[in-house]
Nanobody, 125 residues
Framework: QIELAESGGGLVRGGDSLALSCVLSGGTFSLYAMGWFRRAPGKDREFVAKISISGETTNYADSVKGRFTISRDNAKNTVFLQMNSLKSEDTGTYFC??????????????????WGQGTQVTVSS
């Protein structure tokens, strides 16, 4: 059973940058497309970004386009989320997910095989 572990969260000011990492263990990282999601206080979990197995294809939520960048290093079993120009509305718990199907990641279907425990990002205004 694969496991995911996020890191890199913290408390930052509006306009700052933060880089999140997520390491996959217990499986073959290069078999999975990867996604990032977040859950703001009092809200449902929402899609943030996804990346294909090869890393050549990515997609972002409109709210983060141009500010966030997802990438992966298959040799290190790691997916990254670089977050720039952070806003207070980016505050939340960030989760990574591993899926065998890239196309449906944002729909959070059963194709997602594992979720991480989350890392907290707090952006002060």
């Amino acid at each position: 059973q694969i496991e995911l572990a996020e890191s890199g969260g913290g408390l930052v000011r509006g306009g700052d940058s933060l880089a999140l990492s997520c390491v996959l263990s217990g499986g073959t990282f290069s078999l999975y497309a990867m996604g990032w999601f977040r859950r703001a206080p009092g809200k449902d979990r929402e899609f943030v970004a996804k990346i294909s197995i090869s890393g050549e294809t990515t997609n972002y939520a409109d709210s983060v386009k141009g500010r966030f960048t997802i990438s992966r290093d298959n040799a290190k079993n790691t997916v990254f989320l670089q977050m720039n120009s952070l806003k207070s509305e980016d505050t939340g718990t960030y989760f990574c997910a591993a899926s065998r199907v890239y196309a449906t990641i944002e729909r959070m279907t059963s194709s997602i095989r594992s979720w991480g425990q989350g890392t907290q990002v707090t952006v002060s205004s």
